[in-house]
């Protein structure tokens, strides 16, 4: 068996706590699946010590083809988030599903929209070079069309909260810029996963995209700095993806005109200001709980 995904299944002390519904077997055993591809760290084309394109290209397509069994539901969720396994051809990885048919309404976001956002924020990340989201598609599962992300097994020794508050993880402040690009209105440090060898994912992309400032997260520590140099070069892939590469397609066939303009325009106002965005005046710009 081939498991996909990164790090160790084990829940993790010092951090908000994970609740299944159903605890999976290998996770309450604390388990750690044999043949797993390991983390990569000689990644060829990404900018970061991410998962290879051979690795994400098997994660992608075990994802959106694989068989989906739901293991459990995330009871922290704020939607119907499910723990499900993915299996393909001998090959199989644990994956978070969010059917549309489970998202909660929001008097801010159109209903049905929140599973698509999520895979448009994997589009920017990959586009970006970033590799802040995990591999993340939409597909058909046992409760109807959903987002399905590969699970990432975050590191328990890393103290979130001391991350969270870092000012000099360049992933992290990736992290923030990324925000700011798809005017993320949910990052909290219960949506940080980091990975052992410092590599960090994001995951909870659903109130993304907005047309309206709506830039809401706890890090809020570079506002007003200039931007790294690595940024304004992912800035300025973003901005090719969008004009002529496939990012511009797929934020098309994921988001309304306005929002898909709405992030050519804030990627323009980066690249010309330079500076990390200060927080919006009229909008809550921490989110509650911050956890
Ligand atoms: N891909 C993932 N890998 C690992 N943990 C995840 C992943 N997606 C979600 N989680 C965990 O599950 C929790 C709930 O998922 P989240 O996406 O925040 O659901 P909701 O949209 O309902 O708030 C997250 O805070 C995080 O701890
Ligand atoms: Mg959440």
């Not at 008097?107 to 586009?127: I, M, Q």
């Not at 969008?242 to 992030?263: F, I, K």
């Not at 050519?264 to 709980?289: F, G, I, K, S, T």
């Amino acid at each position: 068996m081939t498991e996909a995904t990164p790090g160790r299944r084990v829940e993790r002390p010092g951090r908000p706590r994970r609740k299944t519904g159903r605890v999976p077997g290998d996770l309450a055993a604390g388990r750690t699946p044999a043949g797993r591809i390991p983390p990569d760290s000689t990644s060829a084309g990404s900018t970061d010590a991410g998962s290879t394109d051979a690795d994400r290209a098997q994660a992608l397509e075990l994802l959106s083809a694989g068989t989906l069994s739901v293991e459990g539901r995330l009871l922290d969720a704020s939607n119907a988030t499910l723990y499900c396994r993915v299996e393909l051809g001998g090959a199989t990885a644990a994956c978070v599903y969010k059917p549309v048919s489970g998202e909660r309404p929001l008097w801010d976001f159109p209903a049905g929209t929140l599973a698509a956002r999520e895979v448009a924020a994997y589009a920017v990340s990959r586009a970006a070079g970033w590799d802040v989201v995990p591999p993340t598609v939409m597909r058909d599962g046992p409760f109807g069309p959903g987002m399905c992300q590969l699970w990432i097994d975050a590191d328990p020794e890393t103290d979130l909260l001391a991350l969270a508050r870092s000012r000099d993880n360049p992933r992290l402040r990736d992290m923030a810029i990324f925000d700011a690009v798809v005017n993320n209105a949910d990052r909290k440090i219960g949506h940080l996963l980091p990975l052992p060898d410092g590599h960090l994912y994001g995951c909870d992309h659903g109130v993304c995209f907005a047309v309206e400032y709506k830039l809401r997260t706890v890090l809020w520590q570079w506002r007003g700095q200039r931007l790294p140099r690595r940024a304004i070069a992912a800035l300025g892939r973003i901005r090719d993806g969008l004009d002529c590469g496939p990012l511009g397609a797929e934020l098309a066939s994921l988001l309304s005109s306005p929002e898909v303009r709405a992030t050519r325009e804030r990627v323009d106002a980066l690249l010309r200001h330079q500076v990390h965005p200060y927080p919006p005046e009229n909008w809550p710009a921490v989110p509650w709980p911050p956890v």
